[in-house]
Protein backbone atom coordinates (compact mmCIF):
# COMPACT_ATOMS: atom_id res chain seq x y z
CA UNK A 1 0.00 0.00 0.00
CA UNK A 2 1.50 3.38 -0.83
CA UNK A 3 1.31 6.01 1.75
CA UNK A 4 1.58 9.67 0.73
CA UNK A 5 2.83 12.43 3.45
CA UNK A 6 1.15 15.05 3.59
CA UNK A 7 3.05 18.41 2.28
CA UNK A 8 5.14 20.12 4.27
CA UNK A 9 4.45 24.14 5.18
CA UNK A 10 7.24 24.78 2.49
CA UNK A 11 6.17 22.54 0.19
CA UNK A 12 1.84 23.93 0.22
CA UNK A 13 3.76 27.11 0.25
CA UNK A 14 5.09 26.22 -3.07
CA UNK A 15 2.22 24.84 -4.70
CA UNK A 16 0.23 27.80 -3.33
CA UNK A 17 2.72 30.52 -5.10
CA UNK A 18 2.89 28.23 -8.40
CA UNK A 19 -1.20 28.43 -8.52
CA UNK A 20 -1.11 32.22 -8.15
CA UNK A 21 1.53 32.44 -10.70
CA UNK A 22 -0.19 30.21 -13.12
CA UNK A 23 -3.28 32.74 -12.29
CA UNK A 24 -1.49 35.87 -13.09
CA UNK A 25 0.11 34.86 -16.29
CA UNK A 26 -3.77 33.81 -17.40
CA UNK A 27 -4.81 37.01 -16.58
CA UNK A 28 -2.12 39.18 -18.09
CA UNK A 29 -2.87 41.35 -21.00
CA UNK A 30 -6.77 41.34 -19.63
CA UNK A 31 -8.41 44.59 -19.15
CA UNK A 32 -9.83 45.49 -16.04
CA UNK A 33 -13.34 46.50 -15.49
CA UNK A 34 -15.40 48.39 -12.86
CA UNK A 35 -17.63 45.42 -12.62
CA UNK A 36 -17.12 42.64 -12.74
CA UNK A 37 -20.42 40.65 -13.58
CA UNK A 38 -20.78 36.76 -14.27
CA UNK A 39 -22.93 36.98 -16.96
CA UNK A 40 -19.46 38.88 -18.52
CA UNK A 41 -17.62 36.29 -17.67
CA UNK A 42 -18.31 33.65 -19.91
CA UNK A 43 -19.40 35.83 -23.16
CA UNK A 44 -15.61 37.72 -22.99
CA UNK A 45 -13.69 34.36 -21.78
CA UNK A 46 -12.62 35.94 -18.73
CA UNK A 47 -12.73 34.73 -15.53
CA UNK A 48 -12.78 37.20 -12.35
CA UNK A 49 -9.23 35.79 -10.73
CA UNK A 50 -10.39 37.75 -7.11
CA UNK A 51 -13.33 35.92 -6.28
CA UNK A 52 -11.76 32.30 -5.90
CA UNK A 53 -9.13 30.10 -4.88
CA UNK A 54 -8.28 26.79 -6.08
CA UNK A 55 -7.23 24.69 -3.14
CA UNK A 56 -5.46 21.61 -3.56
CA UNK A 57 -6.78 18.16 -3.47
CA UNK A 58 -7.13 16.35 0.01
CA UNK A 59 -5.32 12.64 -0.74
CA UNK A 60 -7.39 11.21 1.91
CA UNK A 61 -10.53 11.58 -0.60
CA UNK A 62 -10.85 9.27 -3.86
CA UNK A 63 -9.70 10.39 -6.89
CA UNK A 64 -6.75 12.37 -7.57
CA UNK A 65 -5.00 15.99 -7.44
CA UNK A 66 -5.28 18.05 -11.10
CA UNK A 67 -4.86 21.11 -11.76
CA UNK A 68 -7.72 23.60 -13.76
CA UNK A 69 -6.90 25.34 -17.24
CA UNK A 70 -8.44 28.82 -17.94
CA UNK A 71 -10.52 27.15 -20.29
CA UNK A 72 -11.84 24.73 -16.98
CA UNK A 73 -12.44 27.82 -15.20
CA UNK A 74 -14.57 29.60 -17.59
CA UNK A 75 -16.33 26.13 -17.80
CA UNK A 76 -16.92 26.41 -14.11
CA UNK A 77 -18.23 29.73 -14.54
CA UNK A 78 -20.63 28.59 -16.92
CA UNK A 79 -22.24 25.36 -15.20
CA UNK A 80 -22.10 27.14 -11.51
CA UNK A 81 -24.69 29.67 -13.35
CA UNK A 82 -26.68 27.46 -15.02
CA UNK A 83 -26.95 25.60 -11.89
CA UNK A 84 -28.13 28.88 -9.75
CA UNK A 85 -30.66 29.64 -12.66
CA UNK A 86 -31.98 26.04 -11.98
CA UNK A 87 -31.84 26.99 -8.19
CA UNK A 88 -33.56 30.37 -7.98
CA UNK A 89 -36.95 30.31 -9.60
CA UNK A 90 -38.25 27.60 -6.52
CA UNK A 91 -36.53 30.00 -4.00
CA UNK A 92 -38.09 32.94 -5.36
CA UNK A 93 -41.50 31.26 -5.80
CA UNK A 94 -40.71 30.06 -1.68
CA UNK A 95 -40.31 33.75 -0.67
CA UNK A 96 -43.06 34.76 -2.29
CA UNK A 97 -45.33 31.93 -0.85
CA UNK A 98 -44.20 33.42 2.89
CA UNK A 99 -43.74 36.66 2.29
CA UNK A 100 -47.79 36.28 0.64
CA UNK A 101 -48.83 34.40 3.62
CA UNK A 102 -46.97 36.55 6.76
CA UNK A 103 -45.67 39.97 5.40
CA UNK A 104 -45.01 40.96 9.49
CA UNK A 105 -42.21 38.96 8.75
CA UNK A 106 -40.50 41.44 6.54
CA UNK A 107 -38.15 38.80 5.11
CA UNK A 108 -35.49 39.59 2.67
CA UNK A 109 -34.81 37.71 -0.83
CA UNK A 110 -31.80 37.42 -0.68
CA UNK A 111 -31.98 35.21 2.33
CA UNK A 112 -33.54 32.40 -0.36
CA UNK A 113 -31.75 33.35 -3.52
CA UNK A 114 -28.30 33.17 -4.43
CA UNK A 115 -26.48 35.79 -5.94
CA UNK A 116 -23.42 34.75 -6.94
CA UNK A 117 -21.69 38.71 -6.91
CA UNK A 118 -21.84 38.08 -3.42
CA UNK A 119 -19.86 35.06 -2.87
CA UNK A 120 -16.11 33.94 -2.88
CA UNK A 121 -15.17 30.10 -3.85
CA UNK A 122 -13.13 27.91 -3.26
CA UNK A 123 -12.36 24.77 -6.24
CA UNK A 124 -10.98 21.95 -5.35
CA UNK A 125 -10.03 19.68 -8.34
CA UNK A 126 -9.41 16.11 -8.49
CA UNK A 127 -9.70 13.26 -11.48
CA UNK A 128 -12.31 10.69 -10.63
CA UNK A 129 -12.06 6.86 -10.83
CA UNK A 130 -13.68 6.90 -13.89
CA UNK A 131 -10.83 9.42 -15.24
CA UNK A 132 -13.77 12.06 -15.36
CA UNK A 133 -12.21 15.82 -14.52
CA UNK A 134 -14.18 17.16 -11.17
CA UNK A 135 -14.36 20.32 -9.27
CA UNK A 136 -15.54 20.68 -5.23
CA UNK A 137 -17.02 24.65 -5.36
CA UNK A 138 -17.36 26.15 -2.29
CA UNK A 139 -18.71 29.16 -1.48
CA UNK A 140 -19.44 31.81 1.10
CA UNK A 141 -20.32 35.41 1.69
CA UNK A 142 -17.97 37.86 2.98
CA UNK A 143 -14.23 38.54 2.51
CA UNK A 144 -11.39 36.41 2.27
CA UNK A 145 -8.79 35.70 4.96
CA UNK A 146 -5.80 34.20 5.61
CA UNK A 147 -7.55 31.31 6.30
CA UNK A 148 -10.13 31.09 3.86
CA UNK A 149 -7.34 30.84 1.24
CA UNK A 150 -5.67 28.01 2.41
CA UNK A 151 -8.24 25.91 3.41
CA UNK A 152 -12.07 24.94 3.25
CA UNK A 153 -14.85 27.37 4.75
CA UNK A 154 -16.57 25.10 6.83
CA UNK A 155 -19.47 26.43 9.36
CA UNK A 156 -22.95 24.77 10.16
CA UNK A 157 -26.11 26.19 9.29
CA UNK A 158 -25.60 30.20 8.17
CA UNK A 159 -28.10 29.50 5.29
CA UNK A 160 -27.63 30.78 1.93
CA UNK A 161 -24.11 32.54 2.52
CA UNK A 162 -23.05 28.83 2.11
CA UNK A 163 -23.47 26.58 -0.38
CA UNK A 164 -21.37 23.77 -2.22
CA UNK A 165 -21.26 21.25 -5.08
CA UNK A 166 -19.75 19.30 -7.11
CA UNK A 167 -19.23 20.05 -11.09
CA UNK A 168 -18.07 17.53 -13.27
CA UNK A 169 -16.03 19.25 -16.18
CA UNK A 170 -15.71 16.04 -18.00
CA UNK A 171 -19.30 15.84 -18.76
CA UNK A 172 -20.84 19.12 -17.71
CA UNK A 173 -22.95 18.48 -15.08
CA UNK A 174 -23.71 19.63 -11.56
CA UNK A 175 -24.67 17.94 -8.72
CA UNK A 176 -24.86 17.22 -5.14
CA UNK A 177 -25.59 20.74 -4.22
CA UNK A 178 -25.98 21.71 -0.51
CA UNK A 179 -27.36 24.92 0.55
CA UNK A 180 -26.79 25.24 4.28
CA UNK A 181 -30.02 26.01 5.93
CA UNK A 182 -30.50 28.36 9.31
CA UNK A 183 -30.28 27.53 12.90
Not at 25 to 30: E, F, K, P, R, Y
Not at 87 to 108: A, C, G, S, V
Request: proline content about 4%.
Amino acid sequence: MLHLKRPTPMTRQLIYSIIILTICLVSCGQKKTETKKYENATSTNRVDTSIFVVLPFDTSQIGKPTHLTADDLLKIETILKRCIIDYNPEQEKRFQEINDKHPEYKLDKRHFIIDLTRYKRQYMPTINSKGEKEVWVNCFCGQWDKSSRTNPVIVMDGGNCFFNLKINLTTGQYYELIVNGEA
